[in-house]
């Protein structure tokens, strides 16, 4: 019984800025693991960020530089700022968490937002 729950997201023009929110829910022992993956129509799902619970963060060459993810630990939030925008960036962007749900089982379960749709007009 976990879920994520999302927001941000929206119309933006190309240059502009959003700021994308996701909080787990539910019943769990860590959340080990927070990222930001998108997919556009045609494409592959692919990773946008992820940020580990040391703070240890992993970016797409695509968005270096434009995008910072972080996380609130106590909060089991993770956020993606993205800056300078551009229509490439048009994509549903999902929500992922690798997540410990018993502290005597030490095995990750992969859990999805519903995603939320980031479009950027040129």
């Known amino acids: 019984q976990v879920q994520l729950v999302e927001s941000g997201g929206g119309l933006v023009q190309d240059g502009g800025s959003l700021r994308l929110s996701c909080t787990a829910s539910?019943?769990?022992?860590?959340?080990?693991?927070m990222g930001w993956y998108r997919q556009a129509p045609g494409n592959q799902r692919e990773l946008v960020a992820e940020?580990?619970?040391?703070?240890?963060?992993n970016y797409a060459d695509s968005v270096k530089g434009r995008f910072t993810i972080s996380r609130d630990i106590a909060k089991n939030t993770v956020y993606l700022q993205m800056n300078r925008l551009t229509p490439g960036d048009t994509a549903v962007y999902y929500c992922?968490?690798?997540?410990?749900?018993?502290?005597?089982?030490?095995?990750?379960?992969?859990?999805w937002g519903q995603g939320t749709q980031v479009t950027v007009s040129s």
């Open positions: 940020i580990t619970k040391g703070a240890t963060a």
């Open positions: 539910g019943s769990f022992f860590s959340v080990n693991v």
């Open positions: 992922n968490a690798k997540i410990q749900t018993v502290r005597t089982w030490k095995f990750n379960t992969t859990y």
